[in-house]
């Protein structure tokens, strides 16, 4: 027969976000969440010799651990995975609230040309008039107009606002980036970006920063075994 001391261990996490408008400053999202993760572990301490004591009427124990046993953990971190699979708890729900998987996002299209070349060129006013109804063709003639003026700083951004509609935040941030870099020539002193360039290039990077946050927080944690360090190769 064998004694076991078995310990429970539990973490527990709590979370008030607040979602506040980055123009206004009002807050239009808050709530409060929480998430916890347990595990237990059990440690063998004693076990039954066979030897019968008389005076104790019972088989005597020979211990692993002796005296009064204590075991905690005052003074010393949490373990990391409870840690991660609480925060993991907590915070999917706080992600499907307050950023959907599967949402309608909004994109807009620069509509001042800037670049006179891209002015004088007709599709430019066409991709914007149709860009409401069909979208799909509108996108079609930003590329095209891209692959023909690289430099203009309109059609960059809309060529952006394409790929952000469509969830390609990653070749978004860098049309927007492009685009507000191209329009510094344009601005009034010279060193400027347009202030519509900015505010996209702004809005989207804050956005994908707090999407990396959450889907690293949320994805399935899996432990990284050690390696032993070859001595040959020290």
């Known amino acids: 027969d064998v004694e076991e001391l078995c310990v429970e261990e539990t973490v527990a996490g709590s979370a008030h976000p607040r979602l506040v408008d980055a123009d206004s400053g009002e807050v239009v999202f808050s709530g409060a969440y929480g998430g916890s993760s347990s595990r237990e572990s059990c440690f063998e301490t004693g076990v039954y010799d066979g030897e019968f004591n008389k005076k104790l009427k019972r088989k005597r124990r020979s211990h692993g651990l002796s005296g009064y046993h204590s075991i905690g953990f005052a003074g010393l971190d949490a373990p990391a995975d409870l840690v991660r699979s609480a925060l993991s708890e907590t915070l999917r729900e706080i992600r499907e609230d307050i950023a959907p998987r599967n949402a309608t996002v909004r994109a807009q299209f620069v509509t001042e040309a800037l670049d006179p070349m891209v002015r004088a060129d007709p599709r430019f006013e066409q991709a914007l008039k149709i860009s409401s109804k069909d979208p799909f063709t509108s996108c079609a003639m930003w590329t095209g107009m891209a692959e023909e003026y690289p430099e203009a700083p309109a059609v960059m951004h809309n060529l952006g606002a394409c790929a952000e509609a469509t969830s390609d935040f990653q070749a978004a941030q860098g049309h927007y980036a492009k685009a507000a870099e191209l329009s510094v020539q344009y601005s009034a002193d010279g060193v400027t970006a347009g202030d ?23 994805a399935p944690w899996m432990p990284v075994e050690e390696t032993e360090e070859d001595p040959a190769s020290s």
């Open 196 to 218: 519509a360039f900015v505010k996209a290039l702004r809005k989207l990077s804050i956005q994908r920063s707090d999407l990396e946050i959450l889907e690293e927080l949320t």
